[in-house]
Nanobody
Framework: QVQLVESGGGLVQAGGSLTLSCVAS????????MNWFRQPPGRQREFLAT???????SYADSVKGRFTISRDSAQNTVYLQMHSLGLEDTAVYYC????????WGQGTQVTVSS
């Protein structure tokens, strides 16, 4: 089992920045990728970014150039730096890790105000 705890969410004005963190614990030896997703109000959960053990990253088009995923393997932590936030970025943000199965965090709310 892998436990994930996200933090860093909150209220931010449009145009602002926020950095989310996700700390993994438990059976982390099998983690091969760490991801961020989000679920806007009334919509389905959507992929945002992924980072592999080799440090390779990929992003959804909607956040490319604004969001950056990074990883501190020593701290078993994955980050999501978010810039130029807009109202459309309001969502619950989730961390996910892939081992033999997917494990999800509980989510952290990000609210962007005008």
């Amino acid at each position: 089992q892998v436990q994930l705890v996200e933090s860093g969410g909150g209220l931010v004005q449009a145009g602002g920045s926020l950095t989310l963190s996700c700390v993994a614990s438990g059976d982390i030896s099998g983690i091969n990728a760490m991801n961020w997703f989000r679920q806007p109000p009334g919509r389905q959960r959507e992929f945002l970014a992924t980072i592999t053990n080799d440090g390779d990253t990929s992003y959804a088009d909607s956040v490319k150039g604004r969001f950056t995923i990074s990883r501190d393997s020593a701290q078993n932590t994955v980050y999501l730096q978010m810039h130029s936030l807009g109202l459309e970025d309001t969502a619950v943000y989730y961390c996910r890790v892939m081992t033999w199965r997917a494990f999800w965090g509980q989510g952290t709310q990000v609210t962007v105000s005008s």
